[in-house]
């Protein structure tokens, strides 16, 4: 008999219960209606996630900072490919594959850079403002592009709860935003692989 909503550690037999855990047992096919909230992690009294927080803030500025000198086409795509995090699981996709922004919804959003005085001057304090200030942005789309600039924290993160619990994980690529270069590049890492989109 299937598993009605399996969850990884079904799959992986592994005997948890989501109340009796701190974190979020992903949905093999479909996401969890969950979101990483970065006013939440500005607001924790908790150093790591306040750094979590500003991490997210300097990168999404730095985009911002790139498409006010010039670079917009490649700010707009690196925005772009920000936009959907798949491997996090959470949000509203019922198969676990999102819809990334296209250009024109990204360009919208950086223009904020050059369009408003306080921004193009002094940058966001709170990344998640963008959705008051631009029409079809939500709380999912935030979430997403927020799990996308802290994914490397989220992979460290996933690979001690799998020491603990004992899920299996494989060697994989994941892409990962790195800040110097302003772009996402596929890392090898390890992480627990879902049977249904290896």
């Known amino acids: 008999m299937a598993i009605v909503r399996p969850r990884l550690n079904d799959f992986y037999n592994i005997p948890l219960k989501q109340e009796d855990i701190d974190f979020a047992l992903p949905f093999l096919d479909e996401d ?10 500005w607001k924790i009294p908790s150093q790591q996630d306040n750094g979590l927080h500003l991490a997210v803030v300097s990168a999404f500025n730095a ?7 010039g670079k917009e086409q ?23 594959t999102g819809k990334k922004l296209g250009v024109k919804a990204s360009e919208e959003i950086l223009e ?3 369009n408003i005085p306080q921004i193009k001057n002094n940058g966001f304090e709170h990344f998640e403002e963008v959705q008051l200030l631009v029409e079809g942005i939500s709380k999912d789309r935030i979430s997403d592009i927020t799990c996308s600039l802290i994914k490397s924290f989220l992979v460290d993160y996933t690979l001690e709860k799998c020491d603990k ?10 892409p990962i935003f790195n800040i110097q270069k302003l772009k996402i590049i596929l890392e090898e890492t390890y992480l627990p692989v879902n ?3 290896q």
């Open 74 to 96: 490649e700010a707009i795509q690196t925005l772009i490919d920000l936009t959907e995090c798949d491997e996090a699981g959470l949000g509203n996709s019922k198969t676990r």
């Open 32 to 41: 969890i209606p969950l979101y990483v909230d970065p006013f939440l992690l």
């Open 63 to 69: 985009i911002g900072n790139q498409f006010i000198k």
């Open 112 to 114: 904020l850079f050059k």
């Open 195 to 197: 049977p249904d989109t």
């Open 165 to 174: 619990y004992k899920f299996p994980f494989e060697k994989c690529s994941v």
